[in-house]
């Protein structure tokens, strides 16, 4: 998602700035002025360094393919603006200000470009300094005042558009994902099998999770919930993926897996579960967890792995429950 509108956005500025590059506003003897540094000290600054580098790559190429005189000025420019913006990022961004006050701050920054005016000759340096140096200063106010302001508005829809994403894919109780994200994720997963590596399922929910809770109230269920998730997590690897799918049912995923290592890392969980009271609110009880694990070597869809290892924890809760029931094929 992330990637998709870095991208987007690159694209968009990019093209602005061939635009600007390839009808300049023509100031007689003081020269020619685009909007490149505008845009590409605004792009950083307001969209990331990535988005600044990708306006600034396509600004040199253009200005390469110009070329002529004035091209050491050209790119001093360019550089000059790239990092205006991005110190502008880095030291002014977050402080907490008034919005007008950080586009002017930022104006002063993407000025740095002017620097480039002592990459000309230099009997045209004094005619540039007093005759485009007030212009890029001028215009670059009111265009990074206009364009904080639309971006501002922009950024802020986006990042409320991530985050509502974020909440509807993640267990607010545990911060796990859940079966939506879960959904989500599992078709993004590496699906191709190498050697004897393949894919592993656990499915698990806690022994008579019910009667706990009732017995001892929601707020402790909801702490052993939050408990258990914590020492299983802590006993996955980087890659897998842990969901909370149900009030006490959840689901890790392994890829790219052996199945010794698969089964090894379901007998871990178990045992991390069981091997210590839970204490919460002054009360320690033990707790264990029933787990039923699969081992595929092709990775097939989400429903029917879900349900082979479903199969398994019934017979994991059948045989006496605080059991492992391993399946493979």
Not at 94 to 115: A, E, G, R, T
Not at 221 to 234: I, M, P, S, T
Request: charged content about 20%.
């Amino acid at each position: 998602y992330k990637r998709g509108c870095t991208g987007l956005l690159g694209a968009m500025v990019s093209f602005t700035i061939l635009v600007s590059m390839s009808d300049p506003i023509d100031l007689g003897a003081n020269g020619f002025f685009d909007m490149r540094g505008l845009l590409i000290g605004t792009a950083v600054a307001l969209m990331g360094p990535v988005v600044g580098l990708m306006a600034g790559a396509t600004a040199l190429a253009c200005r390469f393919r110009i070329g002529g005189p004035g091209l050491e000025s050209g790119i001093a420019l360019i550089v000059g603006a790239y990092a205006g913006g991005l110190l502008w990022r880095l030291t002014i961004k977050d402080l907490d200000m008034i919005k007008w006050q950080k586009s002017v701050i930022l104006d002063v920054f993407i000025s740095v470009q002017s620097v480039g005016i002592f990459f000309t000759p230099t009997h045209m340096q004094i005619s540039l300094l007093t005759g485009l140096v007030p212009f890029i200063v001028i215009s670059s106010i009111i265009g990074a005042l206009i364009i904080n302001q639309l971006m501002s508005g922009e950024l802020s829809f986006l990042s409320e558009a991530e985050t509502s994403k974020i909440e509807a894919t993640t267990d607010h109780l545990t911060g796990l994902v859940n079966r939506r994200g879960l959904d989500t994720i599992f078709p993004n997963l590496s699906g191709a099998s190498s050697g004897n590596k393949g894919r592993g399922m656990l499915y698990f929910d806690i022994d008579r999770f019910k009667l706990a809770n009732d017995s001892h109230g929601h707020a402790f269920g909801d702490e052993v919930l939050k408990q258990v998730a914590e020492r299983v997590a802590g006993n996955l690897r980087q890659n897998d993926i842990f969901a909370r799918v149900g009030g006490d049912e959840f689901v890790a995923v392994l890829p790219k897996v052996d199945k010794k290592e698969a089964q090894h890392i379901a007998d871990r969980c178990r045992s991390i579960v069981a091997e210590d009271l839970f204490e919460t609110d002054g009360k320690s009880i033990p707790v264990t967890i029933s787990l039923g694990a699969i081992w595929v070597h092709s990775p097939t869809d989400i429903d029917q792995m879900l349900d082979a290892a479903d199969r398994a924890l019934y017979q994991a809760i059948s045989s006496g429950r605080n059991a492992v029931i391993f399946l493979s094929n």
